[in-house]
T-cell receptor
Framework: SAVISQKPSRDICQRGTSLTIQCQVD?????MFWYRQQPGQSLTLIAT?????????ESGFVIDKFPISRPNLTFSTLTVSNMSPEDSSIYLC????????????FGAGSRLTVL | QKEVEQNSGPLSVPEGAIASLNCTYS??????FFWYRQYSGKSPELIMFIYSNGDKEDGRFTAQLNKASQYVSLLIRDSQPSDSATYLC??????????FGQGTRLTINP
């Protein structure tokens, strides 16, 4: 299966700052997905990142708050902008192992704490 | 109504017994259904997927799908303490994305 690396694994941030999370896949993938998992909660899809086009955001998530880049088929970044304590979550990057695959693989996640 | 609903639990099952986890979904057009397991502090890992009505077995795990009732379940036979985790039901409504339920916390008691 695909191997997905994320960094940072965790960080403590100050209110009002921004942080960029990087996601690297060990193979070329068409779509990459960014999820948020708030404490004690399940996974909520933030956006789908396609190479060569703007990300598609889910209801409740906007580009100004969560800008995403997808410069190539193996890499994506998610920025959490103007952070508040409510943004304290685990952010997970994921992708299908290959087109038509049945396995959506996740990175280890980036745990952000906003003070 | 949430797109994917699960009983959040916690569900407590004695070791060796059958654990039954249930999930309902709202989008009748959904075609693919997945069960993920998430240990505390870890990212989710796929246990099984199912596309067709009926049962699908993989070792101690059986997934059951009933599209008419919009219901999918996961049975874990001969439950082990290592099965203690949160189980996430996920549904693909299209566009290759997955929508997750809130998860059921399962505890297997030795």
């Amino acid at each position: 299966s695909a191997v997905i690396s994320q960094k940072p694994s965790r960080d403590i941030c100050q209110r009002g700052t921004s942080l960029t999370i990087q996601c690297q896949v060990d193979s070329q993938v068409t779509m990459m997905f960014w999820y948020r998992q708030q404490p004690g909660q399940s996974l909520t899809l933030i956006a789908t990142a396609n190479q060569g086009s703007e990300a598609t955001y889910e209801s409740g998530f906007v580009i100004d708050k969560f800008p995403i880049s997808r410069p190539n088929l193996t890499f994506s970044t998610l920025t959490v902008s103007n952070m508040s304590p409510e943004d304290s979550s685990i952010y997970l990057c994921s992708s299908w192992d290959y087109p038509g695959a049945n396995v959506l693989t996740f990175g280890a996640g980036s745990r952000l704490t906003v003070l | 109504q949430k797109e994917v609903e699960q009983n959040s639990g916690p569900l407590s099952v004695p070791e060796g017994a059958i654990a039954s986890l249930n999930c309902t979904y709202s989008d009748r057009g959904s075609q693919s259904f997945f069960w993920y397991r998430q240990y505390s502090g870890k990212s989710p890992e796929l246990i099984m997927f199912i596309y067709s009505n009926g049962d699908k077995e993989d070792g101690r795990f059986t997934a059951q799908l009933n599209k008419a009732s919009q219901y999918v379940s996961l049975l874990i036979r001969d439950s082990q303490p290592s099965d203690s985790a949160t189980y996430l039901c996920a549904v693909s409504p299209g566009a290759q994305k997955l929508v997750f339920g809130q998860g059921t916390r399962l505890t297997i008691n030795p």
